[in-house]
């Protein structure tokens, strides 16, 4: 209905973010995999035919949590290429242990965004059961969806370490 027809040979590429909406009762029965539900798409063609195709059911996995959780809390869904942007992670101590953190921040091979700055950086001291806000530079210079990771941090009280793959994904768009 937007008044935009795809011609013949035309391909058009979409990206969906898909967020569940989960009550009370749900959240507490989540055990590993969560039901977002499905994709479905229709079209009407230029000789007025319907169209409709429908994915199967979608899910996603929820990652159990350990002593040490990740999780991003500022990112932009989409972002041009050669425009820098800040990533901000939020590393939470699940622990009775106070944490004293050291990150390190790998860059994947062939990867369309690379980080700027120091990748090697002293986080601190995090207290029991707490969690401290790291911000990140990045820099997009390749369009297309990208993956940003890898992280690794260490615990310098214990040399423990901590490895998580694909931080997240962004989508480049071209200047």
């Excluded at 059961?129 to 990045?138: E, N």
């Amino acid at each position: 209905s937007s008044g935009i027809n795809a011609e013949y040979g035309d391909t058009w590429q979409y990206v969906f973010k898909l967020t569940p909406k989960l009550d009370a009762h749900e959240k507490a029965n989540v055990k590993g995999v969560s039901s977002v539900g499905k994709l479905d798409i229709g079209w009407l063609s230029n000789f007025g035919e319907k169209g409709r195709i429908q994915s199967s059911q979608l899910q996603r996995l929820i990652q159990p949590q350990g002593e040490l959780v990740v999780t991003v809390q500022k990112m932009p869904h989409l972002i041009s290429t050669n425009k820098q942007f800040s990533l901000v992670l939020r590393l939470r101590n699940t622990t009775d242990r106070k944490y004293n953190l050291h990150l390190t921040l790998t860059q994947l091979p062939n990867a369309g965004v690379i980080w700027i700055g120091d990748t090697k950086k002293v986080v601190g001291e995090i207290f029991a059961c707490s969690f401290i806000d790291v911000t990140l530079d990045l820099l997009p210079v390749k369009s297309g969806v990208w993956e940003i990771g890898e992280l690794h941090i260490e615990n310098l009280l214990t040399n423990k370490k901590f490895s998580y793959g694909t931080i997240g994904q962004i989508l480049v768009g071209l200047d």
